[in-house]
């Protein structure tokens, strides 16, 4: 049975009339309230600068709840009383007073003597400060709990995250702000630390010992789709690599924490990042997508949104070395692009192949952790053929969640991050040192690509796998790829696309 949080919370969802409140914010808290995780005593406010009604903003967002059952349906209208709109400046007090005029009049009717309140900000960055001033002016809850959830990007690079978190601090205690990833919200994300540290079969092999090498890619099937504009100034780099892939990858290496309390858990994320070697800029590949090989889509640079002759990265593919006892000499390639052949996000972990003998060719095992979509871990093993061949093959042990775990609901990123921080657990946010190191980590780096030295995109073809030397570029970095007709594909699990 679901357990409800503190009654009476007061939730408010800033840039409330906004693609990200409409999309994912007001779908997760629907989504917590159908399932029992929110309670009905709950107050939701909606705030942006539009104009509109209560009903207007229920009819916007209402279309994007999940109902996959009559129930289910039912709790749509019941969620929408408990959602009100107030337009306002983001920039002027009156708007923020009239809201807390009526959070006050709503804790007061309801006999709240310590309020708890938590704010959204699902903003664009350059009004993150003018709203968190106005909030801790006008809207603070000084005799409760008051936290605030903060949306990627935190920063473009060092100087701005420095500069960003110089103006939030005063504001807002490191234990109130809740700066989210979505990405360690997803179910094979959060799953990592289980697999690695509750299974000895796995924990006593998980290091250079054993590990030959590690793959994290991100594959989108679409481009910019009129988003370049957007996309020019930030580059797959920004947007994917320092902040989602980076995550997954301090989870896969970290050590293990002493205990489950957020601050160990997030202190051992912090000695993997500073034990990170310096992105070796010569050891990358960049690119950008140009038009599908049938001229059915459009390149990168024709987005009328994007700035003439852009080289804005679409496609980037790095390794990174971890110079500590565990993992000294594996390498580690992230690789994330858009317009590709498929869109999936995984981990591959290839362990060293067994010694020669009387195996001369056997292919090495492979744990794939499989986070979207379609979630499953699955291992690679070498098996006989079976019946009366002599000969071996690959198969594996197959955790596909589709198939195991039907009868559980397994929550959207944001269902569960928002619902983290409704019970103050940070386990799952970014801690103001961690986004100092992975910035300092990553900008130089940008400095260089995007400095007059820095070299020019490969053109690849969207729908292609990206440049034409990421297959060598892996092999290099010590993936061997499995030959044809070595592996026993499940019927249910598509083939690999590399």
Wanted: aromatic share 10%.
């Amino acid at each position: 049975m679901a357990t409800q949080f503190k009654e009476n919370t007061v939730i408010v969802v800033f840039g409330a009339s906004g693609d990200l409140a409409k999309k994912k914010t007001f779908p997760a808290l629907f989504g917590l309230y159908r399932e029992g995780y929110l309670s009905s005593s709950t107050k939701i406010y909606g705030y942006a600068r539009s104009q509109m009604t209560s009903e207007e903003l229920h009819d916007r967002i209402k279309g994007h709840f999940k109902t996959t059952t009559e129930e289910s349906k039912q709790k749509v209208e019941e969620f929408l009383k408990l959602v009100s709109y107030i337009s306002g400046p983001y920039d002027k007090a009156e708007g923020f007073k009239t809201l807390n005029e009526s959070i006050e009049a709503f804790e007061q009717e309801r006999g709240v003597k310590e309020p708890h309140r938590l704010f959204y900000l699902a903003l664009p960055p350059s009004v993150f400060i003018t709203v968190a001033k106005e909030l801790k002016e006008n809207v603070y809850a000084s005799n409760g709990i008051t936290r605030i959830i903060v949306e990627k990007p935190f920063g473009r690079d060092l100087e701005t995250a420095t500069e960003l978190q110089k103006q939030l601090s005063p504001l807002f205690t490191e234990e109130e702000i809740y700066r989210i990833d979505h990405y360690l919200g997803k179910e094979l994300v959060k799953n990592l630390f289980v697999l690695r540290f509750g299974n000895q079969i796995l924990n006593s092999s998980w290091n250079k010992e054993s590990i030959k090498s590690i793959q994290i890619s991100f594959k989108e099937p679409f481009g910019t789709e009129g988003r370049g504009g957007y996309f020019d100034d930030i580059g797959i780099i920004r947007d994917v690599m320092q902040n989602h892939l980076l995550q997954v990858l301090t989870l896969l290496t970290m050590d293990r924490p002493a205990s489950f309390d957020p601050e160990s858990i997030r202190d051992e994320k912090v000695k993997v990042l500073k034990a990170m070697a310096p992105i070796d800029k010569k050891d990358i590949i960049i690119g950008q997508y140009t038009k599908s090989l049938d001229g059915s889509k459009p390149a990168y640079v024709d987005d009328e949104t994007v700035k003439p002759g852009s080289k804005a990265v679409t496609f980037a593919a790095m390794t990174l070395h971890i110079e500590n006892e565990r993992w000294d000499g594996v390498p580690i390639v992230m690789r994330a692009g858009k317009a590709l052949n498929e869109g999936k996000v995984e981990v591959r972990i290839q362990y060293k192949q067994v010694a020669k003998g009387i195996f001369e060719d056997m292919p090495p095992n492979e744990l794939v952790i499989r986070i979207q979509p379609n979630e499953a871990v699955y291992i690679k093993l070498n098996a006989k053929t079976p019946g009366l061949a002599t000969t071996s093959q690959i198969s594996d042990l197959d955790l596909t969640y589709s198939k195991r775990y039907q009868q559980f609901w397994i929550p959207e990123a944001y269902e569960s991050l928002i619902k983290n921080a409704l019970e103050g657990d940070h386990s799952n946010f970014v801690r103001d040192d961690e986004l100092d190191v992975s910035w300092k980590l990553f900008t130089p780096f940008l400095n260089y690509l995007e400095s007059p030295e820095g070299p020019s995109p490969e053109l690849y073809p969207y729908g292609s796998r990206g440049p034409e030397e990421l297959k060598q570029y892996l092999a290099d970095h010590g993936y061997i790829f499995t030959g044809p007709g070595k592996y026993q594909w499940p019927v249910t699990r598509p083939q690999e696309n590399l």
